[in-house]
């Protein structure tokens, strides 16, 4: 199934964000959680894809075993920052080959630990690039999803130029969008006018993030921009260290903050799990009476 179909009907979706473990005792508990999870009948789940391409065998080999192993609509992300246009038509070739219709198109970070890093010659710079190549490549083979940042994305200077560039993004050829987590649903609504007004019409899907774990989180949310409500650093920090009072809380806040965001009329819901099924199935509970089918 093509997410962007799915959404362009107004059909509400929820979904699921996994990445690729490192070890095999990783892959299987991420198979747990996938099995845990997946009696929530998801409207789709992602396989996030490392900076610079470090997941590239990993995010390829999760993404075809839940495809061919279960009945899920599988989203697989690419970042094209690291990577030559040969090896992206390859990867996207290899996708195509296996049925894998969705591709989230990303620019990724630049890594961290090498400062002298300069992107492959003829790299694609920027997401809205590299959602182009898949267009002019590979047609409408996949339903393509961007990223978008109601807080900005660090880089940007202000709300005008992200706006600019998300603009660009979409008009390349993106089908819907997942946003970064963020905490303050009103940095959402402010950026869902600001795409109204410069008329920028696909599906915007926040991401949401439970919080399980405090100075994880603080550590996240500082790299990502993301801001935490102060009312919620202070429910929080007393049991920095005790990680059952940390889920209750990061819990009780999610579904606060997504029974807001569904009485807001979103399309759509897509938690970050970190691989574990607990604090999702959690929310999830809280908020299934609110949840348009
Ligand atoms: P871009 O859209 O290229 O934007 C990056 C910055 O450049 C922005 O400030 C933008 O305004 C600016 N910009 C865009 N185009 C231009 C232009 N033409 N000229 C000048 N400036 C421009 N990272 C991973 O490594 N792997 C993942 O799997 C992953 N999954 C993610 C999933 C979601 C839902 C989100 C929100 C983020 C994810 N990220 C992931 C993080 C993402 O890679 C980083 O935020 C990265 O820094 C930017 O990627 P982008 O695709 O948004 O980049």
Not at 19 to 28: A, D, I, M, R, V
Not at 95 to 101: D, F, H, R, T
Request: hydrophobic share 35%.
């Amino acid at each position: 199934m093509k997410i962007g179909d799915y959404l362009r009907q107004g059909k509400f979706s929820v979904s699921f964000e996994f990445f690729p473990p490192k070890t095999p005792e990783g892959e299987e508990e991420l198979f747990q959680t996938i099995k845990s999870l997946q009696q929530l009948n998801p409207t789709f789940v992602s396989v996030t894809y490392g900076a610079g391409g470090s997941t590239r065998d990993r995010t390829r080999r999760v993404v075809e075993r839940i495809h061919k192993e279960t009945n899920l609509t599988v989203m697989a992300h690419l970042t094209c920052i690291a990577h030559t246009k040969e090896d992206l038509y390859d990867i996207l070739k290899g996708y195509a080959q296996i049925g894998i219709e969705n591709i989230l198109a990303l620019r990724g970070d630049l890594p961290a630990n090498m400062p002298d890093f300069k992107p492959p010659e003829g790299a694609c710079k920027h997401s809205s690039e590299l959602v182009r190549f898949i267009r002019e490549n590979f047609g409408n083979t996949f339903s393509i999803g961007v990223a978008s940042y109601p807080e900005g994305h660090p880089e940007s200077p202000n709300m005008e130029w992200e706006i600019r560039y998300f603009k660009q993004k979409v008009e390349a050829g993106a089908d819907f969008s997942i946003t970064q987590m963020f905490f303050d649903n009103s940095y959402f609504y402010r950026f869902l006018e600001l795409c109204q007004r410069a008329h920028i019409n696909i599906p915007i899907i926040p991401g949401i993030m439970p919080i399980t774990n405090f100075r994880q989180i603080q550590k996240f949310a500082s790299m990502c921009g993301a801001e935490i409500p102060q009312s919620l650093v202070e429910r929080l920090e007393p049991y920095a260290d005790n990680p059952e009072e940390t889920l209750k809380i990061g819990v009780e806040f999610a579904i606060e903050q997504c029974l807001d965001l569904l009485d807001n009329r979103v399309q759509g819901l897509h938690f970050y799990t970190l691989n574990k099924s607990k604090a999702t199935l959690l929310v999830y509970e809280g908020i299934k009476g609110a949840l348009k089918t």
